[in-house]
């Protein structure tokens, strides 16, 4: 079976070394998706497993496209009942359309619906039936179809009831500690910790906890699903999961309350209070160890502070050179001026799309 791993884009390279370790070989990308030849137990460790991935969709087909009974006649003849039966409420959940002579729109939408229908035999419309999510993209008149597995985002470990006021998405967070090149050991101190995601994600693959290991997924409704397999993948990732962290791991923040929801948010993701959480202005603190990563996420000025009030702060923070010198500092934010602010070139600058706001995230060395 193929698996479509949704992504936002400009993380691919990190949720490449993801499935590198997990041992997915990778088929085809494009972009904000990766498709990865695998069988059950890869689909089932690739949702408790990865961490910069958004959800997961198998792949029903790919076909040429270009007319309304092509899509009709193609989504008929896919094999739909290796996953769902006419106990589902069907919805086609997005289409994109790039390059190609369909659009999306309406009739779009419910000729594909039309389609699974009939190929389900499905005639009863009742309530409260399990939803299956299906997505259609074209590119060049190429369509793929794909049905959601996942259900809620993979971003949503659970841990995070209780956010600060702009919290940074928990994929995001990964990506960018994988980015960072930070191994367990080292010291991570995040001076814009808010609800603590950095670190909590750092923890969390610290103690090799994965992410997605308290979950319930769709599949698990689903046709091929089998129960006793999905436990023993549980099972072996409970196994290698460990207690006492290894890195000094440490938030600072200026806002109390905010530190208050770190902690709790720490306690609900299994780290108990092994990452020491206080309150610190970013521009005055200093480095305990001499190595180490900075990793934040500051505010950008749109949403929390004005501009102005960002940018004054992004220039105080180039006195990090002497509070921190051997540290490597990760910073993301949408503001283009941050390294003439910083004063300093970034080594590395990686630009992602996430939601509706294009960050950047720069590394300096
Ligand atoms: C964008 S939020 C960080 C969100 C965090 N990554 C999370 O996932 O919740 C920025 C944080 O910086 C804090 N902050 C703003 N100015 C600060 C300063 N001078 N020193 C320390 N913290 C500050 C705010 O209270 C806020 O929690």
């Known amino acids: ?56 969709l198998l792949k029903m087909g790919t076909w040429k496209c270009h007319n309304f009974d092509q899509l009709f006649d193609g989504i008929k003849e896919l094999n739909w009942s290796l996953a769902i039966d006419n106990t589902w409420n069907i919805k086609i959940d997005k289409v994109r359309s790039y390059r190609s002579e369909i659009k999306s729109s309406p009739i779009t939408q419910k000729t594909a619906h039309k389609a699974i229908l009939e190929a389900l035999n499905c005639t009863e419309k009742t309530n409260n039936r399990k939803p299956a999510n299906i997505r259609l993209y074209w590119d060049k008149d190429e369509l793929l179809v794909g049905l959601d597995l996942t259900g809620d985002g993979l971003h949503k470990r ?8 702009a919290p940074l998405r928990e994929t995001l967070a990964a990506a960018m500690i994988i ?4 191994q367990p050991g080292y010291p991570i101190h995040d001076p814009f910790c ?78 108990g209070d092994q990452i020491l959480f206080y309150k610190e202005d970013a521009t005055k603190g200093e480095a305990d160890f001499d ?54 070139q970034a080594h590395i600058k990686r630009y992602i799309q996430y939601g509706s706001l294009d960050v950047t995230l720069y590394q300096f060395n």
Do not use: C
Request: glycine content about 8%.
């Open 291 to 344: 190595e180490g990563y900075i990793i934040t996420n500051p505010p950008y000025g749109e949403r929390l502070q004005d501009k102005q009030k960002a940018e004054d702060l992004y220039r105080s923070l180039s006195q990090w050179n002497e509070s921190y010198p051997s540290w490597r500092k990760v910073i993301i934010t949408n503001n283009e001026k941050l390294e003439k602010l910083y004063n300093q």
């Open 1 to 56: 079976m193929e698996i479509i791993i949704l992504h936002a884009p400009g993380i691919e390279k990190a949720l490449e070394k993801e499935l590198d370790k997990l041992g997915l070989t990778i088929n085809d990308k494009s972009r904000g998706r990766i498709i990865v030849d695998t069988d059950l137990e890869g689909l089932y460790k690739a949702h408790i497993y990865l961490r910069t991935a958004e959800r997961i």
């Open 158 to 165: 659970g841990y995070r009831e209780e956010a600060g006021k």
């Open 194 to 271: 808010g609800s603590g995601t950095i670190l909590i994600e750092a923890a969390l693959m610290d103690l090799n906890i994965a992410p997605g290991i308290k979950k319930t997924f769709t599949f698990e409704q689903m046709n091929f699903h089998e129960e006793d397999l999905w436990k023993k993948v549980k099972r072996e990732a409970r196994l290698q999961a460990k207690r006492e962290l290894t890195s000094p791991l440490s938030g600072g923040d200026n806002y109390d309350k905010v530190l208050d929801t770190a902690r709790l948010n720490a306690k609900k993701a299994g780290i």
């Open 179 to 182: 980015y960072s090149g930070w």
